[in-house]
């Protein structure tokens, strides 16, 4: 069992940034994948980026070059650095860790890009 909890969602204009964290209530060393997804008002929920524990990154095509997951040391905690944001970036933002034999999400984090 893990408990994922994000935070930093927050207001911002287009072309700000924002820094979401993922922190979990343990340490996460082997798994398939860390990822965040996001759900648009209406939308189906999408992947935007993941992490594997190897360390390797794949991004969704409308926020390559602008975001960046990462993970810190401690392997407690999952990070999203988003720049350059834009009003289709607006979702509630999900923190998902995928262990093969399931799944573990957090209760999401608001993202509103105002234009």
């Known amino acids: 069992q893990v408990q994922l909890v994000e935070s930093g969602g927050g207001l911002v204009q287009a072309g700000g940034s924002l820094r979401l964290s993922c922190v979990a209530s343990?340490?996460?060393?082997?798994?398939?994948?860390m990822g965040w997804y996001r759900q648009a008002p209406g939308k189906q929920r999408e992947l935007v980026a993941y992490?594997?524990?190897?360390?390797?990154?794949n991004y969704a095509d409308s926020v390559k070059g602008r975001f960046t997951v990462s993970r810190d040391n401690a392997k407690t905690s999952m990070f999203l650095q988003m720049n350059s944001l834009k009003p289709e970036d607006t979702g509630v933002y999900y923190c998902?860790?995928?262990?093969?034999?399931?799944?573990?999400w957090g209760q999401g984090a608001q993202v509103t890009v105002s234009s």
């Open positions: 998902n860790v995928n262990f093969w034999v399931g799944e573990y």
């Open positions: 343990r340490s996460i060393l082997y798994f398939k994948a």
């Open positions: 992490i594997t524990s190897g360390g390797s990154t």
